[in-house]
Every structure is written in C-alpha cells, then in structure tokens.
C-alpha cells in the first residue's frame, strides 16, 4: 500500500455537515439536549436542504490553502447518512436534500486532484442498539453491526470508486486517550454514564470490518477510531505525537471552538495559532487537518475563508517545509521548533528574537548555508560554545512564522 501521499500531505481539510448543521447548534446538540431522535428528525430533517452545496467550491479552498485531502462526515453520531444506503430512510437522498451528497464530494475532489477521506462514525444515536450496548442487548447489538454498521461501510466502499481514506470516528476510548482541551465537559460527564462507554474493537468486529474494506479499497487508508492501530493515529484538538516516531499521525483541530455549524460562537483562533499548531504538528512529522462547519445549505463562512486564505498565502511561500518533513534532532530552542527533509533542516520561529538572531542549542552540526523560505534571503551562521546562532532572521512578524533553511 502506497501511503506516501498522506505523508507528503502536510495539510487536508476536515468538514462536519449534515443535518445537525440545521440547529446551529454543533453535532454533539441532540445528545446534549436530549432530544429524542424522533422529534430531532421532525423538527430537523427537512430543513437540511444542501441548497448551494458545492463540494467544487469547498475543493476550490482547500487547493487554495494549500491542502491536499478533504475528509467529509457522510454519517455523524446522529447516524444521518449523506449517502444513498439502503439501510435507512435517515438520508440524504429520501429526505433533505433529496440527493446522494458524497458523490459529488468524491467527484470534486477527483477533479481537484485531493485526496477523498469519508468520515464515518461507528457510534449511531439513532439506532436504540447502540444506545444500549452490546452488553445489555448483545442479540440487538449484533443486528446493529449487521444491518447498519457493515452494509453503510460496503456502500460507501462500493459505489463511489476509488476512496483514498475511512476516517472512522468514536466517542470514548479513542487511541490518543486525550480529550478535547476545548473541553465541553458536559458531553464528557454524559458519555461516562452510558453503557456504551468501554466499547471496544471486538465489540464493533474491526478486524473483520476493516478486512472487508480493505478487500473492496486495496489502496485505502484507515484510521486509528475503530480502536485498532490500522494506518495512522489521530490526535484530536490537541497536537501530541504518537510515541513511535515512525508511525504516521495526523491532528485535527477546531477553528472556532466547535467542529459543526455553531454561529453562536464567533471564537476562530488566530491566523498565529492556527500556523502555530500547522507547525508544530509538522515538527513531529504529522499532518493537520483542519475543519470547517458549513452551514445547512454548504456555505463556508468568512471566518472559515478569511483563515483559510491566510494559511494559503502562508504555504505558498513554506509549504516545502510542512510536506513530508521528519523528527529533527535539533527540534526546539527559545524560536520555536525544527523538522527535517533531505539535506534540509526547517526551523519554524513561532517567536522572534527582537535582536535579530535565533540560537539553536545543543548545535554542533555544520552547515553550509542558510536562508529564509519566503524570500530567500541569506543568513550567517557563527557557532559558538556548542550552539549555532544564525544571524539576519526578521524581527516580529505578524501573524506570520517565518522559516528559517539550514542546508547540510
Ligand atoms: C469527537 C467528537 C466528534 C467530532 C470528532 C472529530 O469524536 O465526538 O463530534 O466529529 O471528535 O475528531
């Protein structure tokens, strides 16, 4: 299996939509709320009308921003499927928009040379099941994997071509173990009181369901959320590497504080955060993947695009220092921190040294040159007790991080 694209990626697009982006109110707002999956769907369902969807457009901003995969949520814990299925009358094409919504999402990113990810959510509110778990309901449990879990997996598998990624989700017991820092403590203190909480891989058969995928998807890669390691570890809302420096990773962060369609919360991270956590996930040899939250009709919204478009402008001038860089040695110092690739080192100043130099400690290695990415500006270096001190790096630059080259 090829996985040097996800390597060299650097950068992918995340998007939560589907009928939760109806009630303004973020994903996780049916559980939170209580609503019962009934009076969510008559009060919701009908509403989601994908009117301006246009996934060409979404794949438009991505190119823009310099990402290389979209990863799209075709059925979220609300078990709302994007997708034609034959499984339930809870999707896009019976009702809503009235139409397969992963097709043209498939096809846009074909068109636009991305990567296709289909985020798939094992965990389904709508199916009583899984609500209350293969423990209490094991004959019930095992008709949920049957009917639902595996045919939706096989469909999306099946009728799309090829698919370059199954980005499983879960709600407890993911690999990473973290929990959001964005804490919404109140879904966390909820879940630790179903019965579903210590769920694992067996319970869900992903040995047997990714066997299955990977018979229909040769090439595909999956995720860590099906609770086995399979082809990459996620972290989520935070930037923590995997312990084994070999394995690939990808983050995914938030830009405001929730993942869905949440206009009540205006707090988007800084152009600097959002280039700090790009960097410091690279740093580490992982990708990020940042999401946006469309709302019901698919429109992307000026935060989204404003930040969006910074980050393009940004990788314009650095993308070679976020794609398929590795764990460097010499990562770390008062600048900031490094990744390598080849005979080049990139050291990312998250922040500048007001007197014109950066210092990397613990720096013994020659190099021959250096250089600013952006511009291409030369740079001395002078090695002294130990450490390297290169000369001529800019002064404060706003909502920029500047990369410094060192050539070997
Ligand atoms: C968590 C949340 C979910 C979100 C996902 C993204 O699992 O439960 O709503 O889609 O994180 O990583």
């Known amino acids: 299996m090829d996985t040097s694209w996800f390597r060299n990626?650097?950068?992918?697009?995340?998007?939560?939509?589907?009928?939760?982006?109806?009630?303004?109110?973020?994903?996780?707002?049916?559980?939170?709320?209580?609503?019962?999956?009934?009076?969510?769907?008559?009060?919701?369902?009908?509403?989601?009308?994908?009117?301006?969807?246009?996934?060409?457009?979404?794949?438009?901003?991505?190119?823009?921003?310099?990402?290389?995969?979209?990863?799209?949520?075709?059925?979220?814990?609300?078990?709302?499927?994007?997708?034609?299925?034959?499984?339930?009358?809870?999707?896009?094409?019976?009702?809503?928009?009235?139409?397969?919504?992963?097709?043209?999402?498939?096809?846009a990113c074909r068109k636009y040379g991305l990567k296709c990810g289909l985020y798939f959510s094992l965990p389904d509110w709508s199916v009583p099941a899984f609500m209350t778990g293969p423990h209490l309901t094991p004959k019930e449990w095992g008709e949920f994997l049957d009917t639902i879990v595996f045919p939706q997996v096989r469909e999306l598998c099946t009728n799309y071509g090829k698919i370059d990624m199954i980005w499983y989700d879960n709600i407890v017991g993911m690999s990473n173990g973290k929990e959001s820092f964005e804490v919404n403590t109140n879904f966390r203190e909820a879940s630790d009181s179903t019965p579903n909480e210590k769920l694992t891989a067996e319970d869900y058969r992903s040995r047997e369901l990714n066997a299955m995928i990977r018979k229909l998807q040769p090439d595909i890669m999956i995720n860590d959320r099906s609770l086995l390691p399979e082809d990459f570890y996620t972290a989520e809302q935070n930037l923590t590497p995997p312990k084994d420096p070999n394995r690939l990773w990808e983050a995914c962060i938030t830009l405001n504080k929730h993942w869905g369609f949440y206009p009540a919360d205006p707090y988007y991270k800084s152009i600097f955060e959002v280039l700090h956590s790009i960097t410091a996930v690279a740093c580490h040899g992982g990708n990020m993947l940042l999401n946006i939250g469309p709302d019901r009709y698919g429109r992307i919204n000026n935060d989204e695009r404003r930040i969006l478009e910074a980050v393009g402008d940004w990788m314009k001038k650095n993308e070679e220092a976020v794609r398929g860089v590795e764990r460097c040695r010499m990562n770390g110092g008062s600048y900031g921190c490094a990744a390598q690739k080849g005979n080049k080192v990139y050291l990312y100043l998250h922040f500048a040294n007001e007197e014109g130099f950066i210092t990397i400690p613990h720096c013994t290695e020659k190099f021959k040159s250096a250089y600013m990415l952006d511009s291409g500006k030369p740079l001395t270096l002078e090695y002294k007790q130990g450490k390297l001190v290169v000369h001529g790096t800019p002064r404060y630059e706003y909502n920029n991080i500047p990369v410094v080259v060192l050539e070997r």
């Open 9 to 107: 990626a650097g950068l992918g697009m995340f998007i939560h939509w589907g009928m939760f982006s109806v009630h303004c109110r973020g994903e996780w707002c049916p559980y939170q709320e209580q609503i019962p999956i009934k009076e969510y769907d008559e009060r919701y369902m009908d509403l989601f009308t994908a009117d301006e969807y246009d996934p060409e457009l979404w794949a438009q901003y991505a190119v823009r921003a310099g990402m290389k995969y979209m990863t799209l949520t075709t059925k979220h814990h609300d078990g709302f499927c994007l997708f034609d299925t034959k499984t339930t009358d809870r999707n896009a094409v019976k009702r809503g928009p009235k139409r397969d919504l992963v097709r043209p999402f498939v096809e």
